[in-house]
């Protein structure tokens, strides 16, 4: 912390929150140098409980005629965290979804479909690996929170299965 603490370091800190959020940031570091001896080091960090998940560039599959009940689920409310949910499926990776083995193919799962254990239920794509994701247990999918080609992360709740 800076020696010549004073109201311009906190309005900077209030300047960097500020840029955190008009952004969309997660978290923002700087360091602020005032001389040889003397610097600031400001680490702003938003915790979020709900998941955000970035869309990748342009979908890679055709929809076809049978994937309209693919669309994802209702937007998940503040107080609900799918991540937390029993029936989560979550993402073992860092990487790219696909609902479909190709382009324009029946996708892996549906909403409402029963799928067995170790059935595949999508593909992640890291480092140009397909790696297939299969259901946990088996069940019914009651919700799938992601679209085809939407950039996932670790843990990111994929879908549910009931």
């Known amino acids: 912390m800076s020696k010549q603490s004073s109201s311009a ?44 998940m970035a869309q990748a560039a342009p979908v ?6 049978a994937a309209a009940a693919v669309a994802p689920a209702a ?6 965290d799918p991540a937390q949910h029993p029936g989560a499926v979550t993402s073992p990776m860092v990487g790219t979804c696909y609902m479909a083995a ?10 409402g479909m029963a799928v067995s254990e170790g059935q ?5 794509e890291a480092m140009k690996t397909m790696n297939h994701i299969p259901a946990p247990r088996a069940g019914t999918v009651k919700r799938i929170l992601v679209t085809d080609g939407t950039a996932v992360e670790f843990g990111a709740p994929l879908m549910i299965i009931e």
């Open 102 to 111: 190709e382009p324009g193919a029946a996708p892996f799962a549906t909403v």
């Open 60 to 65: 890679h599959y055709a929809a076809a005629p």
């Open 120 to 124: 595949t239920v999508l593909i992640i």
């Open 75 to 80: 937007a998940v409310t503040a107080n609900e």
């Open 9 to 52: 370091d906190v309005a900077f800190i209030s300047a960097l929150a500020e840029l955190l959020n008009k952004n969309e940031l997660t978290e923002i570091s700087v360091k602020r140098e005032y001389g040889e001896a003397d610097s600031l080091d400001v680490r702003v960090v938003k915790q979020s409980t709900v998941v955000q």
